[in-house]
């Protein structure tokens, strides 16, 4: 007996613990019955509903095309309904998909007996098996253990199908290496199994949700629908993508062709009409049955691909038979379908008999032309026939290759495969127009050609559409049996029958040069039309790629000679800035970067005024207008660009670092001029003399030095004499006086004042003297800690703590130590004399870059910056009256520089003040 599965169309939902209809199609029992979407359903033929499910059991006892008593409840109110159930029956699209179900069983089973030893070929039979149950697995509505069956078969097929597709893409014809190992197909499969997994929590119960039963597996459906789209859409991706990549063999690029165009045209219209809509909601949706008329397309372009895209074999002979009977078919169902169309065949009058002859007559040649051209393009011909259709679009895009070579190669073997010609070559007229063509490349020669051609034979005008040559060997033309032999020589090495002219603006710059077919026969006068069409497309290209090379060789010329210039201007030790009438920076050197501390694409478009604090581009603005070179000298910029910045930023708050130490520059603003001597904009020049300026600075204050030395050595030898006079006296005096105190303490005064003055005198003394010392190796850490013990208790009594920090590796200096120590006690003094109310010493010593440094640091007032330049200076000083002499640095300085050192000071007033002092180390000798 035939199980009738009664249906009323709707579809019932558990919400807010009531069944309510999800939807009603308008023209299902229940929708013609007067149901809607939102009705909540109360009772069946009496049978209180109190979920989604127990609707189906009540219909299955009413039966097929009974009537049954709806109660629904609707804006508040009860309505009872009447709905004749209806008998479910199959879309007809399920039983293509027994079909396609079929198709995939009968070529899995074909691949795996009959090409088992086929690439993947068991991998390729378990896809056809599991798409076969995708297709074939659908349950009755009996709901029992053979429906369970099914159902979890379809499933399971659903989600594990597409994912052993994309596994198969990836592994044919040779698998990667990370598919190979199991975390790879354990990454394809995952998501597969997840899918499952959630079907199957859903299903048992274990998965919870707030959703009712039925829209949870409303929505699993619709993501699985997405997903299996998904997944083939990606396998096709992979195979396009190993399509474009493989090279080695030409039929397995056709194997991925094919299997990646049959994955395309059969799941492209189901994506589209069917499964997007589905995945985003769509329930009623009209082109459900046309949306699987493609499915077969994957089966069969498959076993197409794996048996080597080709199912058989099919003879040139028959192919005008088979467009022929096509043709007939196809005219004939048109005839008869317009006569049942119309009625009886004998309630025909003759002239609607005429006519539908004609018609037939007619249409003939139209549908015999259409089955010949797809014939030839997806059975017959294939690859060659698009070539051959698509030639002439091929020499047009010839003129966008810029490598001659290249464009040459392409068009040689795109004539030679699609005429199949033997050999095809190109002959090219010197570009300076003058001289014979030339022979620029050959493509199919078997046998090598002589150095000497002569191809004056090559008009550089020709009065008909080629050259043709019957025979170039043997017995030859009439024609060119009076030609010189070196031409005909040639003609016979070259073994070409046709050259055409390639004609450009008049002028035929080439020759293109084929031979017969590959069976030794003429081109029809087709195939001559189409190689005279392509020749007027080659001279396009061969003009376009000669234009192209000369103007590339001019810009590699230009790129060199720009490059010479950014060369000279990169290897100038100055800073050199380009700026246009806008004063946007153009042109910033690698000098300007070290200089000013902005990169070249930071400076590159940018105003000078917000590069450069105001007080900077005031001086820039000064000579606008003006003629010739203005100079701006000895610049002092300080460090983060001086007045009109804030904390080492530009004026406009842009945030670029201007200057990071302080500079002095010579500037140099000059026009800067083009070729044609127009101005353009303006050069700005840097000279950094920063060391330039210190070194005369130095210059003038060792001079300054010289000078008073010689000056202090001739006034203290004068003052001495009398100064030794006046205070043996005042002894000689003293001891003649014993009694008379009062005049004792006026000539003990005496006594004290000139040896005050002979203390000048022989500090003047040492500061002038220019006699040799004698050097040796000093330990430096050692004459430092002397020293502060020799005022160590001067300091502690002054309120001073002493830090020394010395470094014990540090290696000897050649000096002379008694000088150094005088060098570190002025230095301890002036601190000392610095810090009244107490403070902290600072000295450290440590080795750097081959030389010894010390420092030496107090917390004292420090120095005022109008007063740093005169420090060194003998006899200034900023002490009280009777508290120096202002030689003190003086003679620190000299001793320094006579031991090859120097010595720079950094203070602020109320911080405190630095003195850094640097050594020359000892060199070790080295033995011999």
């Given at each position: 007996r035939k199980f009738r599965l009664p249906e009323d169309g709707a579809i019932w939902v558990d919400r807010n613990g009531r069944v309510e209809a999800l939807h009603v199609p308008q023209y299902s029992p229940a929708g013609r019955a007067g149901l809607r979407t939102g009705d909540v359903l109360l009772r069946i033929n009496g049978y209180k509903i109190v979920t989604a499910t127990e609707v189906t059991k009540v219909l299955l006892g009413a039966g097929a095309w009974q009537k049954a008593d709806y109660l629904v409840v609707r804006d508040g109110f009860e309505v009872p309904i009447k709905v004749t159930l209806a008998e479910h029956t199959p879309p007809t699209a399920l039983y293509y998909q027994y079909l396609v179900a079929l198709a995939y069983l009968a070529i899995g089973l074909f691949v795996f007996f009959r090409r088992g030893s086929a690439e993947r070929a068991t991998h390729f039979y378990i896809l056809c098996l599991a798409s076969f149950i995708l297709s074939a697995f659908h349950y009755t509505g009996k709901l029992n253990n053979f429906d369970k069956v099914v159902y979890w078969g379809n499933v399971a097929a659903g989600v594990f199908a597409p994912t052993i597709f994309v596994h198969f893409c990836l592994s044919f014809p040779v698998a990667r290496n990370w598919i190979k190992r199991a975390w790879g197909i354990a990454l394809v499969y995952l998501p597969a199994v997840a899918l499952l997994a959630l079907?199957?929590?859903?299903?048992?119960?274990?998965l919870r949700t707030a959703i009712p039963l039925i829209e949870l597996r409303w929505l699993l459906d619709r993501v699985w629908v997405l997903f299996l789209t998904v997944m083939y859409l990606a396998g096709v991706v992979v195979l396009s993508v190993r399509y474009r990549a493989w090279n080695d063999d030409a039929i397995v690029r056709q194997q991925l062709k094919w299997l990646r165009n049959g994955a395309v045209a059969g799941i492209l219209p189901f994506a589209t009409l069917y499964a997007l809509p589905y995945a985003v909601g769509i329930v009623e949706n009209p082109f459900v049955d046309v949306a699987v008329l493609s499915l077969p397309l994957v089966p069969l372009t498959w076993a197409w691909a794996i048996v080597r895209y080709r199912l058989m074999d099919v003879d040139v002979i028959f192919q005008q038979g088979y467009v022929h009977t096509l043709a007939t078919l196809s005219v004939l169902a048109v005839f008869y379908g317009l006569i049942f169309s119309l009625g009886k065949f004998e309630d025909l009058s003759s002239s609607a008999m005429i006519l539908l002859i004609l018609i037939a007559t007619f249409i003939f040649q139209p549908i015999r032309n259409w089955i010949q051209e797809q014939l030839d393009r997806y059975v017959f011909y294939k690859e060659s026939y698009d070539y051959r259709l698509t030639l002439i679009e091929f020499a047009r895009e010839l003129g966008s290759e810029t490598d001659l070579q290249k464009m040459l190669s392409a068009a040689a073997e795109r004539i030679r495969s699609t005429l199949s010609l033997e050999r095809v070559a190109f002959f090219l007229a010197p570009e300076d127009r003058g001289g014979p063509f030339q022979l620029e490349m050959i493509s199919g020669a078997k046998e090598r050609l002589p150095q000497d051609l002569d191809l004056s034979f090559l008009p550089a005008t020709l009065g008909k559409p080629y050259?043709?040559?019957?025979?170039?060997?043997?017995?030859?033309?009439?024609?060119?049996?009076?030609?010189?032999?070196?031409?005909?020589?040639?003609?016979?090495?070259?073994?070409?029958?046709?050259?055409?002219?390639?004609?450009?603006?008049?002028?035929?710059?080439?020759?293109?040069?084929?031979?017969?077919?590959?069976?030794?026969?003429?081109l029809t006068s087709d195939d001559l039309e189409l190689l005279q069409t392509i020749s007027g497309y080659l001279a396009i290209a061969i003009e376009n790629a000669r234009l192209y090379r000369s103007l590339q060789r001019k810009v590699e010329e230009y790129e060199r000679l720009k490059e010479f210039s950014e060369n000279i201007v990169e290897s100038i030790n100055v800073g050199i800035l380009a700026a246009d009438f806008e004063d946007r920076v153009e042109s910033w050197n690698s000098r300007m970067e070290e200089l000013t501390g902005i990169s070249r694409e930071q400076a590159l478009g940018r105003r000078l005024d917000e590069l450069f604090p105001p007080v900077l581009c005031r001086q820039f603005e000064a000579p606008r207008g003006q003629t010739g070179i203005h100079h701006i000298y000895k610049l002092t910029i300080p460090a983060g660009g001086g007045q009109g910045s804030d904390n080492g930023h530009n004026g406009d708050?842009?945030?670029?670092?201007?200057?990071?130490?302080?500079?002095?520059?010579?500037?140099?603003?000059?026009?800067?001029?083009?070729?044609?001597?127009?101005?353009?904009?303006?050069?700005?020049?840097?000279?950094?003399?920063?060391?330039?300026?210190?070194?005369?600075?130095?210059?003038?204050?060792?001079?300054?030095?010289?000078?008073?030395?010689?000056?202090?050595?001739?006034?203290?030898?004068?003052?001495?004499?009398?100064?030794?006079?006046?205070?043996?006296?005042?002894?000689?005096?003293?001891?003649?006086?014993?009694?008379?105190?009062?005049?004792?303490?006026?000539?003990?005064?005496?006594?004290?004042?000139?040896?005050?003055?002979?203390?000048?005198?022989?500090?003047?003394?040492?500061?002038?003297?220019?006699?040799?010392?004698?050097?040796?190796?000093?330990?430096?850490?050692?004459?430092?800690?002397?020293?502060?013990?020799?005022?160590?208790?001067?300091?502690?009594?002054?309120?001073?703590?002493?830090?020394?920090?010395?470094?014990?590796?540090?290696?000897?200096?050649?000096?002379?130590?008694?000088?150094?120590?005088?060098?570190?006690?002025?230095?301890?003094?002036?601190?000392?004399?610095?810090?009244?109310?107490?403070?902290?010493?600072?000295?450290?010593?440590?080795?750097?870059?081959?030389?010894?440094?010390?420092?030496?640091?107090?917390t004292g007032q420090g120095i005022a910056p109008d007063l740093m330049p005169r420090i060194y200076d003998p006899f200034f000083t900023t002490k009280p009256a009777r508290k120096g002499t202002g030689l003190?640095?003086?003679?620190?300085?000299?001793?320094?520089?006579?031991?090859?050192?120097?010595?720079?000071?950094?203070?602020?007033?109320?911080?405190g003040t630095c003195f850094r002092l640097e050594f020359p180390l000892a060199r070790k000798p080295v033995n011999a």
């Amino acid at each position: 007996r035939k199980f009738r599965l009664p249906e009323d169309g709707a579809i019932w939902v558990d919400r807010n613990g009531r069944v309510e209809a999800l939807h009603v199609p308008q023209y299902s029992p229940a929708g013609r019955a007067g149901l809607r979407t939102g009705d909540v359903l109360l009772r069946i033929n009496g049978y209180k509903i109190v979920t989604a499910t127990e609707v189906t059991k009540v219909l299955l006892g009413a039966g097929a095309w009974q009537k049954a008593d709806y109660l629904v409840v609707r804006d508040g109110f009860e309505v009872p309904i009447k709905v004749t159930l209806a008998e479910h029956t199959p879309p007809t699209a399920l039983y293509y998909q027994y079909l396609v179900a079929l198709a995939y069983l009968a070529i899995g089973l074909f691949v795996f007996f009959r090409r088992g030893s086929a690439e993947r070929a068991t991998h390729f039979y378990i896809l056809c098996l599991a798409s076969f149950i995708l297709s074939a697995f659908h349950y009755t509505g009996k709901l029992n253990n053979f429906d369970k069956v099914v159902y979890w078969g379809n499933v399971a097929a659903g989600v594990f199908a597409p994912t052993i597709f994309v596994h198969f893409c990836l592994s044919f014809p040779v698998a990667r290496n990370w598919i190979k190992r199991a975390w790879g197909i354990a990454l394809v499969y995952l998501p597969a199994v997840a899918l499952l997994a959630l079907y199957a929590g859903a299903a048992s119960g274990v998965l919870r949700t707030a959703i009712p039963l039925i829209e949870l597996r409303w929505l699993l459906d619709r993501v699985w629908v997405l997903f299996l789209t998904v997944m083939y859409l990606a396998g096709v991706v992979v195979l396009s993508v190993r399509y474009r990549a493989w090279n080695d063999d030409a039929i397995v690029r056709q194997q991925l062709k094919w299997l990646r165009n049959g994955a395309v045209a059969g799941i492209l219209p189901f994506a589209t009409l069917y499964a997007l809509p589905y995945a985003v909601g769509i329930v009623e949706n009209p082109f459900v049955d046309v949306a699987v008329l493609s499915l077969p397309l994957v089966p069969l372009t498959w076993a197409w691909a794996i048996v080597r895209y080709r199912l058989m074999d099919v003879d040139v002979i028959f192919q005008q038979g088979y467009v022929h009977t096509l043709a007939t078919l196809s005219v004939l169902a048109v005839f008869y379908g317009l006569i049942f169309s119309l009625g009886k065949f004998e309630d025909l009058s003759s002239s609607a008999m005429i006519l539908l002859i004609l018609i037939a007559t007619f249409i003939f040649q139209p549908i015999r032309n259409w089955i010949q051209e797809q014939l030839d393009r997806y059975v017959f011909y294939k690859e060659s026939y698009d070539y051959r259709l698509t030639l002439i679009e091929f020499a047009r895009e010839l003129g966008s290759e810029t490598d001659l070579q290249k464009m040459l190669s392409a068009a040689a073997e795109r004539i030679r495969s699609t005429l199949s010609l033997e050999r095809v070559a190109f002959f090219l007229a010197p570009e300076d127009r003058g001289g014979p063509f030339q022979l620029e490349m050959i493509s199919g020669a078997k046998e090598r050609l002589p150095q000497d051609l002569d191809l004056s034979f090559l008009p550089a005008t020709l009065g008909k559409p080629y050259l043709f040559f019957e025979r170039t060997r043997g017995s030859l033309d009439a024609i060119i049996q009076n030609w010189p032999a070196s031409a005909r020589q040639t003609i016979a090495a070259l073994d070409l029958t046709y050259y055409i002219p390639c004609v450009v603006r008049g002028r035929t710059i080439a020759y293109l040069g084929a031979s017969r077919n590959v069976k030794g026969e003429f081109l029809t006068s087709d195939d001559l039309e189409l190689l005279q069409t392509i020749s007027g497309y080659l001279a396009i290209a061969i003009e376009n790629a000669r234009l192209y090379r000369s103007l590339q060789r001019k810009v590699e010329e230009y790129e060199r000679l720009k490059e010479f210039s950014e060369n000279i201007v990169e290897s100038i030790n100055v800073g050199i800035l380009a700026a246009d009438f806008e004063d946007r920076v153009e042109s910033w050197n690698s000098r300007m970067e070290e200089l000013t501390g902005i990169s070249r694409e930071q400076a590159l478009g940018r105003r000078l005024d917000e590069l450069f604090p105001p007080v900077l581009c005031r001086q820039f603005e000064a000579p606008r207008g003006q003629t010739g070179i203005h100079h701006i000298y000895k610049l002092t910029i300080p460090a983060g660009g001086g007045q009109g910045s804030d904390n080492g930023h530009n004026g406009d708050g842009s945030g670029l670092v201007v200057f990071p130490r302080e500079v002095t520059c010579n500037i140099a603003i000059a026009p800067l001029v083009s070729k044609d001597q127009e101005q353009i904009g303006r050069l700005i020049i840097f000279d950094d003399i920063t060391e330039r300026a210190e070194l005369e600075r130095q210059l003038i204050q060792a001079d300054k030095l010289t000078s008073i030395g010689l000056l202090a050595a001739g006034v203290a030898h004068e003052v001495n004499t009398p100064l030794t006079v006046i205070s043996t006296y005042a002894q000689m005096l003293a001891r003649q006086m014993p009694g008379d105190d009062q005049k004792s303490v006026l000539l003990d005064k005496i006594a004290r004042q000139t040896f005050r003055a002979s203390e000048i005198v022989n500090s003047l003394l040492n500061f002038s003297r220019t006699s040799t010392t004698e050097f040796e190796d000093v330990d430096l850490n050692r004459v430092v800690r002397e020293t502060v013990s020799l005022i160590e208790h001067q300091l502690s009594k002054a309120g001073i703590r002493v830090e020394v920090e010395c470094d014990d590796s540090l290696s000897p200096v050649r000096g002379n130590a008694g000088k150094l120590q005088q060098v570190f006690l002025n230095l301890f003094l002036n601190a000392r004399d610095a810090m009244e109310g107490g403070g902290t010493l600072r000295v450290k010593t440590w080795a750097e870059e081959g030389a010894a440094k010390v420092s030496v640091s107090d917390t004292g007032q420090g120095i005022a910056p109008d007063l740093m330049p005169r420090i060194y200076d003998p006899f200034f000083t900023t002490k009280p009256a009777r508290k120096g002499t202002g030689l003190g640095l003086a003679v620190t300085y000299g001793i320094v520089k006579e031991h090859g050192g120097s010595i720079s000071v950094e203070s602020r007033p109320g911080a405190g003040t630095c003195f850094r002092l640097e050594f020359p180390l000892a060199r070790k000798p080295v033995n011999a």
